[in-house]
Protein backbone atom coordinates (compact mmCIF):
# COMPACT_ATOMS: atom_id res chain seq x y z
CA UNK A 1 0.00 0.00 0.00
CA UNK A 2 1.39 3.24 -0.75
CA UNK A 3 2.39 5.53 2.32
CA UNK A 4 0.63 8.73 3.28
CA UNK A 5 1.56 12.01 4.25
CA UNK A 6 4.82 11.64 3.15
CA UNK A 7 4.63 14.62 0.23
CA UNK A 8 7.81 16.65 0.52
CA UNK A 9 9.79 14.89 3.21
CA UNK A 10 12.58 13.82 1.32
CA UNK A 11 12.95 17.61 -0.09
CA UNK A 12 16.09 18.09 1.51
CA UNK A 13 17.61 14.44 1.11
CA UNK A 14 17.25 15.45 -2.58
CA UNK A 15 18.29 18.71 -2.20
CA UNK A 16 22.00 18.14 -0.80
CA UNK A 17 21.99 14.34 -2.72
CA UNK A 18 21.74 15.93 -5.78
CA UNK A 19 24.21 18.81 -4.89
CA UNK A 20 26.33 15.87 -3.80
CA UNK A 21 26.66 13.88 -6.70
CA UNK A 22 27.11 16.97 -8.62
CA UNK A 23 30.07 18.43 -6.90
CA UNK A 24 31.44 14.37 -7.15
CA UNK A 25 31.06 14.22 -10.58
CA UNK A 26 32.66 17.34 -11.35
CA UNK A 27 35.57 16.67 -9.12
CA UNK A 28 36.09 12.86 -10.77
CA UNK A 29 35.40 14.55 -14.19
CA UNK A 30 37.84 17.41 -13.73
CA UNK A 31 40.45 14.46 -12.13
CA UNK A 32 40.37 12.49 -15.34
CA UNK A 33 40.81 14.72 -17.86
CA UNK A 34 44.42 15.95 -16.11
CA UNK A 35 42.93 19.60 -14.67
CA UNK A 36 43.70 18.46 -11.13
CA UNK A 37 47.12 18.44 -9.81
CA UNK A 38 48.41 14.83 -8.71
CA UNK A 39 49.30 15.26 -5.11
CA UNK A 40 45.92 17.29 -4.65
CA UNK A 41 44.39 14.46 -6.34
CA UNK A 42 46.08 12.18 -3.89
CA UNK A 43 45.08 14.48 -1.31
CA UNK A 44 41.10 14.83 -2.24
CA UNK A 45 40.52 11.24 -2.40
CA UNK A 46 41.18 9.74 0.77
CA UNK A 47 39.20 8.14 3.41
CA UNK A 48 40.03 11.23 5.40
CA UNK A 49 37.71 13.58 2.97
CA UNK A 50 34.40 11.89 4.66
CA UNK A 51 35.43 14.51 7.29
CA UNK A 52 35.28 17.03 4.93
CA UNK A 53 32.23 16.62 3.30
CA UNK A 54 30.10 16.52 6.39
CA UNK A 55 32.01 19.68 7.36
CA UNK A 56 30.51 21.32 4.14
CA UNK A 57 27.05 20.03 4.88
CA UNK A 58 27.18 21.54 8.20
CA UNK A 59 28.16 24.95 6.68
CA UNK A 60 25.41 24.84 3.83
CA UNK A 61 23.24 24.59 6.88
CA UNK A 62 24.89 27.20 8.79
CA UNK A 63 25.92 24.88 11.63
CA UNK A 64 28.91 26.29 12.15
CA UNK A 65 30.70 24.93 15.15
CA UNK A 66 29.86 21.28 13.86
CA UNK A 67 31.38 22.79 10.36
CA UNK A 68 34.87 23.95 12.34
CA UNK A 69 35.37 20.33 14.10
CA UNK A 70 34.94 18.04 11.06
CA UNK A 71 37.35 20.55 8.51
CA UNK A 72 39.47 20.09 12.11
CA UNK A 73 39.46 16.53 12.28
CA UNK A 74 39.89 16.71 8.23
CA UNK A 75 42.82 18.87 8.53
CA UNK A 76 44.66 17.24 10.62
CA UNK A 77 44.91 14.04 8.99
CA UNK A 78 45.64 15.00 5.28
CA UNK A 79 48.09 18.00 7.14
CA UNK A 80 50.86 15.28 6.59
CA UNK A 81 50.70 15.10 3.28
CA UNK A 82 49.95 18.83 2.46
CA UNK A 83 53.13 20.05 4.20
CA UNK A 84 55.26 17.10 4.30
CA UNK A 85 58.13 18.86 6.34
CA UNK A 86 56.45 19.17 9.42
CA UNK A 87 57.15 16.41 12.18
CA UNK A 88 53.55 15.36 13.18
CA UNK A 89 54.61 11.69 14.52
CA UNK A 90 54.48 12.55 18.06
CA UNK A 91 51.54 15.06 17.25
CA UNK A 92 49.47 11.87 16.08
CA UNK A 93 49.67 10.39 19.61
CA UNK A 94 47.08 12.91 20.51
CA UNK A 95 44.74 12.34 17.92
CA UNK A 96 41.68 11.49 20.78
CA UNK A 97 42.21 15.66 21.88
CA UNK A 98 39.76 16.26 18.79
CA UNK A 99 37.05 14.08 20.39
CA UNK A 100 37.84 16.27 23.83
CA UNK A 101 37.00 19.12 21.75
CA UNK A 102 34.25 17.92 19.82
CA UNK A 103 32.63 16.67 23.06
CA UNK A 104 32.92 20.33 24.75
CA UNK A 105 32.13 21.94 21.62
CA UNK A 106 28.77 20.03 21.15
CA UNK A 107 27.98 20.60 24.90
CA UNK A 108 28.16 24.34 25.08
CA UNK A 109 26.34 23.94 21.80
CA UNK A 110 23.46 22.09 23.08
CA UNK A 111 23.64 23.74 26.13
CA UNK A 112 23.05 27.56 24.78
CA UNK A 113 20.45 25.95 22.16
CA UNK A 114 18.21 25.23 24.92
CA UNK A 115 18.52 28.67 26.54
CA UNK A 116 18.07 30.09 22.91
CA UNK A 117 15.51 28.03 22.50
CA UNK A 118 13.21 27.33 25.17
CA UNK A 119 13.95 30.03 27.81
CA UNK A 120 11.62 30.86 30.33
CA UNK A 121 10.13 27.67 30.29
CA UNK A 122 8.93 25.65 32.82
CA UNK A 123 9.36 22.13 34.07
CA UNK A 124 6.38 20.91 32.83
CA UNK A 125 7.32 22.24 29.71
CA UNK A 126 10.60 20.59 29.93
CA UNK A 127 8.63 17.04 30.32
CA UNK A 128 7.42 17.69 27.41
CA UNK A 129 10.60 17.17 25.71
CA UNK A 130 13.13 15.00 25.53
CA UNK A 131 16.97 14.76 25.87
CA UNK A 132 17.93 11.14 24.54
CA UNK A 133 22.50 10.73 24.59
CA UNK A 134 23.90 7.15 23.90
CA UNK A 135 27.60 7.35 23.57
CA UNK A 136 28.85 3.60 23.98
CA UNK A 137 26.02 2.95 25.69
CA UNK A 138 21.96 1.68 24.78
CA UNK A 139 18.60 3.27 26.32
CA UNK A 140 15.58 2.04 25.90
CA UNK A 141 12.88 4.79 27.27
CA UNK A 142 8.95 5.07 27.05
CA UNK A 143 7.62 8.42 26.65
CA UNK A 144 4.06 9.19 27.87
CA UNK A 145 3.87 12.98 27.13
CA UNK A 146 0.21 14.11 27.15
CA UNK A 147 1.53 17.33 24.83
CA UNK A 148 4.97 16.36 23.27
CA UNK A 149 6.69 19.12 21.36
CA UNK A 150 9.88 17.25 20.41
CA UNK A 151 13.99 17.34 21.50
CA UNK A 152 16.95 16.04 20.31
CA UNK A 153 18.53 12.60 19.70
CA UNK A 154 22.07 11.40 19.90
CA UNK A 155 23.45 8.05 19.30
CA UNK A 156 27.62 7.85 18.42
CA UNK A 157 28.70 4.23 18.61
CA UNK A 158 25.88 3.79 20.62
CA UNK A 159 21.79 3.26 20.14
CA UNK A 160 18.49 4.44 21.65
CA UNK A 161 14.94 3.17 21.60
CA UNK A 162 11.96 5.85 21.79
CA UNK A 163 8.40 3.89 22.48
CA UNK A 164 5.46 6.59 22.05
CA UNK A 165 2.60 4.17 22.40
CA UNK A 166 0.71 6.59 25.37
CA UNK A 167 1.89 10.19 23.83
CA UNK A 168 -0.02 12.73 22.32
CA UNK A 169 1.95 15.39 20.03
CA UNK A 170 1.41 19.03 20.87
CA UNK A 171 -1.30 20.77 19.36
CA UNK A 172 1.59 23.12 17.28
CA UNK A 173 3.00 19.66 16.19
CA UNK A 174 6.24 18.34 17.33
CA UNK A 175 10.25 18.32 15.64
CA UNK A 176 13.04 15.67 16.97
CA UNK A 177 16.49 16.70 16.10
CA UNK A 178 18.28 13.44 14.73
CA UNK A 179 22.63 12.74 14.98
CA UNK A 180 23.39 9.54 14.27
CA UNK A 181 27.31 8.92 13.69
CA UNK A 182 28.22 5.05 14.11
CA UNK A 183 24.92 4.34 15.86
CA UNK A 184 21.39 3.42 15.62
CA UNK A 185 18.16 5.08 16.76
CA UNK A 186 14.37 3.68 16.61
CA UNK A 187 11.17 4.93 17.23
CA UNK A 188 8.21 3.41 17.50
CA UNK A 189 4.94 5.73 17.23
CA UNK A 190 1.04 4.87 17.48
CA UNK A 191 -0.24 4.13 13.93
CA UNK A 192 -2.16 7.35 13.20
CA UNK A 193 0.81 9.74 13.66
CA UNK A 194 1.40 11.99 10.86
CA UNK A 195 5.59 11.67 10.63
CA UNK A 196 7.52 13.75 8.21
CA UNK A 197 11.29 12.15 7.82
CA UNK A 198 13.96 14.74 6.37
CA UNK A 199 17.01 12.90 7.84
CA UNK A 200 20.18 13.47 5.65
CA UNK A 201 21.84 10.40 5.48
CA UNK A 202 25.93 9.71 4.48
CA UNK A 203 27.15 6.10 4.21
CA UNK A 204 23.84 5.34 6.33
CA UNK A 205 20.16 5.08 6.50
CA UNK A 206 16.88 5.81 8.56
CA UNK A 207 14.15 3.39 6.96
CA UNK A 208 10.50 3.88 7.21
CA UNK A 209 8.95 0.83 8.15
CA UNK A 210 5.14 2.02 9.26
CA UNK A 211 2.65 0.19 8.15
CA UNK A 212 -0.53 2.33 6.60
CA UNK A 213 -4.37 1.84 6.91
CA UNK A 214 -6.91 2.89 5.15
CA UNK A 215 -9.35 2.56 7.60
CA UNK A 216 -7.22 5.21 10.37
CA UNK A 217 -7.18 8.82 10.46
CA UNK A 218 -4.26 10.79 10.54
CA UNK A 219 -3.69 12.91 13.53
CA UNK A 220 -3.45 16.59 12.82
CA UNK A 221 -0.83 17.39 14.08
CA UNK A 222 2.91 16.49 12.66
CA UNK A 223 5.98 14.94 13.95
CA UNK A 224 8.82 15.90 11.73
CA UNK A 225 12.03 13.97 12.35
CA UNK A 226 14.96 15.63 10.82
CA UNK A 227 18.74 15.59 11.07
CA UNK A 228 22.02 13.67 10.03
CA UNK A 229 22.85 9.95 10.21
CA UNK A 230 26.53 9.42 9.70
CA UNK A 231 27.29 5.75 8.93
CA UNK A 232 24.82 5.10 10.85
CA UNK A 233 21.17 3.58 10.91
CA UNK A 234 17.87 4.63 12.06
CA UNK A 235 13.77 3.33 11.80
CA UNK A 236 10.29 4.59 12.84
CA UNK A 237 7.72 2.01 12.87
CA UNK A 238 4.19 2.02 14.49
CA UNK A 239 2.33 -0.31 16.30
Not at 91 to 112: C, D, E, M, Q
Not at 222 to 237: C, P, V, Y
Amino acid sequence: MEPKHEAGSAKPNHSFAGAGLIIIGALLLAGNLGFIPQPVWDIIFRWPTIFLIIAIINLVKEKFIPALIFTAIWGFFVLPDIFPTLHTDELKSYWPVLLILAGLLFLNTHRKRKQDSYPGKTRTHEENLIDEVAIFSGNVRRIESENFEGGEITSIFGGSELYFNNCKIAPEGAVIELTNIFGGTKIVVPRNWNVKIEVTSILGGFADKRIYSDNESPSKQTLIIKGMSIFGGGEITNF
